[in-house]
């Protein structure tokens, strides 16, 4: 799966080439060449976005000259939805960093916790250095906490972090960036997003090579 880049000078450019009647399309010139029905992972940059937001889309057809639709995948219609809510002005963040990696989109059981009791929760994007967790009470900026994902049929790999960012509004979250990771859990990550890089998807049970 090939990742496409898509980036706009401004929000009113990305709005202007996005659809929701088409069911959350994109439609934008682009220097790289595609098939129709081919699978792409588009990594889509907006200024007031906190980072570049990663998606998986089909190319659905011809746009202008050079240029292609992506028809965004259901499964990241609620990142689709944070991207096109911070570029009308309806969502903002607290505050942004900026990310050294990657990030992979997810859809991972997992609980994270303080200093009380975990917290279950949902992991929607992952990096070797950070995630996005789904929660309605974010912790506040700067606090310590840990995250244990709980693959499938695998054991739970245990992380630990500090708060970067907090999403409020719709799908509400916080970004974690997560502390260097060595040893069996950062071996496993590193399977994890190899993994993510091959086949735009994550999957914590695939065996660490």
Not at 19 to 32: C, E, L, M, N, V
Not at 51 to 67: C, K
Not at 77 to 88: K, S
Not at 171 to 176: C, I, K, M, N, Y
Request: net charge negative; proline share 7%.
């Amino acid at each position: 799966m090939r990742l496409v880049t898509l980036a706009f000078a401004t929000a009113d450019e990305f709005l202007a080439a996005f659809h929701p009647a088409d069911g959350g399309t994109i439609s934008t010139r682009t220097r790289t060449d595609g098939s129709i029905g081919e699978r792409v992972l588009i990594e889509v940059a907006v200024p007031g976005l906190p980072n570049r937001a990663l998606l998986r889309a089909d190319v659905t057809g011809i746009a202008f000259e050079h240029g292609l639709r992506f028809t965004i995948a259901p499964e990241d219609g609620e990142t689709l939805a944070f991207v096109v809510g911070i570029t009308r002005g309806d969502l903002r963040v607290e505050t942004a960093v900026h990310r050294d990696h990657a990030r992979f989109p997810a859809a991972l059981a997992a609980t994270w916790r303080t200093d009380g009791d975990p917290h279950t929760t949902t992991i929607e994007d992952v990096s070797a250095g950070g995630a996005f967790v789904r929660t309605e009470t974010p912790p506040a900026l700067g606090t310590v906490v840990t995250v244990t994902l709980l693959p499938p049929g695998g054991e739970p790999l245990t992380v630990a972090g500090r708060v970067a960012w907090i999403r409020q509004g719709t799908a509400p979250g916080f970004g974690v960036d997560l502390d260097p990771t060595t040893g069996e859990p950062g071996r496993r990550l590193r399977s994890l997003l190899r993994h993510a890089s091959e086949t735009a998807s994550v999957d914590l049970g695939v065996s660490a090579g």
